[in-house]
């Protein structure tokens, strides 16, 4: 069983900061909704289904031989600190964490894929892989989804392929997405040209990291909205696609900043790092503003003292609930926000490792 | 121009598909609106069309008599409502995209702009309808049995549900 204290204490696989364009893509995420064939969807579930599904699922799930590092985690027994703790790390969505009754996830000990129980729909199963790398991570989640398949029965249709509670998921059940880290569009208001490109094809664009609905460290994620008619592959292929257009944006972006402007670019990046480091007191907002200049300052080599893994672990563990259960205590705001400063100090300033390891 | 939110001058435009194919819809908006839009889960969007695609199609294809009887109609299978999918947006059970089907499958065409799954196809899966909504009614009645505590009949179930996704 996992311990969520020692999770805690440790880093997700995706967040290593390495893989194809990892200084701009953070990680590649694919999710499959499925269900089972013999319960209703969740919305006509009854308690005792919701129960009957989770049993079934930890009874059968747990006969997967290759599945010896994978725990349950249950959802509904965990306090509030701890759920969002879940979403803060990406494990589970907020729905889920915020839903009623019977759930839970499956963790591997890697946390490279995860699958929720009773969310949406009876499954959904994620692999996140760090940098871009759709491909990788799809193989991986299609050989997971024919394990699971061995032990259940899903609920599937000749015609319209895997059958979820909303239609919208309907066929593959699949949504593809790419966390991309994008400061330099932002900064040279270039966003907007990134905006048109993606509504050619109706790609859906969102933030992610971030306390509330501001302060997302220049990070936006794309993924494919239809998921009927085509197969997982070309799903994956256009929106690999988009994604290497944004990267190419990205770093047009990046030239020119350091091309017009290296001197002013290098103060920016070195004051958010005087301030990370020096700060006694400080938000999840500014920290994330903060840091989404480092790591562009790391990415260009302006700043040599800290290591992109380090920074990409800083936007999750400097995350409420993460500070909490990394302190092991409850905390309010403002000790949250001294509590974030020390975290910060303690991880950056200081010369982690060797700077000839650097990969991007 | 001005943000279609705040008083703050407009620096982004974005032009979004809404439901139907050929509605298309301009927001203009300053800087931290758009980051507060775009930081809207999507789902809630993908839901929000949805339902809109769904007006849309409804008000083309009926009168309100029969929008009306429309939403009556309900899943003999998990008891769900066109009504109340329509409300919710979600639906009951796999049996609905059935008896659903032709106010769905128009409803997925506008969304998906295909009504043909060509992806991966499950090893085993109930084949046809009738084996399908016959697991949910054993699952059903097992879950009665117990209920009961007649585990005789319980078992008996268990064991059918078993051969019948064994035969899948």
């Known amino acids: ?360 | 121009m001005k943000c279609d939110h705040c008083d703050k001058q407009a620096t982004f435009h974005i032009t979004e598909r809404v439901g139907e194919q050929e509605h298309w819809e301009e927001r203009h908006l300053c800087e931290s609106c758009a980051r507060d839009y775009l930081s809207k889960p999507s789902e809630a969007d993908i839901q929000s069309s949805l339902a809109s695609a769904l007006a849309q199609h409804l008000k083309i294809g009926q009168t309100a008599d029969e929008l009306a009887k429309l939403d009556k109609k309900t899943c003999p299978m998990c008891g769900i409502s066109f009504f109340e999918f329509r409300s919710h947006g979600r639906l009951g059970c796999p049996h609905d995209y059935v008896c659903f089907e032709p106010q769905l499958m128009p409803l997925i065409e506008n969304i998906h702009g295909e009504k043909t799954h060509t992806g991966k196809r499950p090893r085993r899966y109930a084949k046809g309808l009738d084996q399908q909504t016959q697991l949910i009614r054993l699952r059903k009645e097992m879950q009665r049995a117990v209920q009961k505590e007649d585990y005789e009949r319980a078992s008996q179930l268990r064991d059918e549900i078993r051969e019948l996704e064994d035969e899948a």
């Open chain 1, 1 to 360: 069983m996992i311990k969520l204290e020692e999770l805690a204490g440790q880093c997700g696989e995706w967040l290593r900061g390495s893989g194809p364009d990892s200084d701009i893509v953070v990680s590649s995420r694919i999710r499959l909704a499925r269900n089972l064939a013999d319960f209703t969807f969740m919305r006509k579930c009854t308690g005792l289904d919701r129960a009957s599904i989770e049993r079934t699922l930890r009874e059968r799930l747990g006969r997967i031989e290759q599945w010896d590092s994978v725990s349950f985690i249950d959802v509904n027994g965990l306090d509030e600190v701890d759920r969002q703790f879940l979403v803060e790390r990406q494990l589970i969505s907020r729905e889920l964490a915020d839903a009623d009754g019977s759930r839970g996830v499956l963790v591997d000990a890697n946390e490279q894929f995860s699958v929720m129980v009773n969310e949406e729909d009876h499954l959904r199963i994620q692999v996140m892989n760090s940098g871009l790398d759709l491909m990788g991570a799809w193989q991986r989640i299609n050989q997971i989804d024919d394990l699971i398949e061995r032990h259940v029965t899903y609920a599937f249709h000749e015609r319209l392929g895997y059958l979820t509670a909303c239609p919208t998921n309907v066929g593959t059940g699949m949504r593809v997405s790419v966390m991309l880290h994008m400061p330099a569009l932002v900064l040279t208001r270039h966003l907007e040209r990134v905006f048109r490109s993606l509504q050619r094809i109706s790609l859906a664009v969102r933030g992610l990291y971030g306390e509330g609905s501001q302060a997302m460290g220049d990070f936006y994620q794309i993924s494919n909205q239809i998921t009927l008619g085509k197969s997982e592959e070309e799903l994956i292929a256009q929106v690999s696609e988009v994604a290497q257009t944004l990267i190419e944006y990205e770093r047009k972006a990046r030239n020119f900043l350091v091309e017009n402007g290296l001197k002013e670019l290098h103060d920016r990046v070195s004051r958010a790092y005087g301030l990370l480091c020096t700060a006694q007191t400080i938000s999840s907002e500014e920290t994330m503003a903060l840091l989404s200049s480092v790591r562009m300052g790391v990415n260009l080599g302006l700043i040599r003292d800290v290591e992109i893994p380090t920074v990409n672990k800083l936007f999750i563990h400097t995350q409420p609930a993460h500070l909490q259960k990394i302190r092991g205590t409850s905390l309010s705001t403002a000790d949250r926000n001294i509590e974030r400063a020390h975290y910060l100090q303690r991880h950056l300033g200081r010369r982690t490792h060797d700077e000839s390891t650097e990969n991007n």
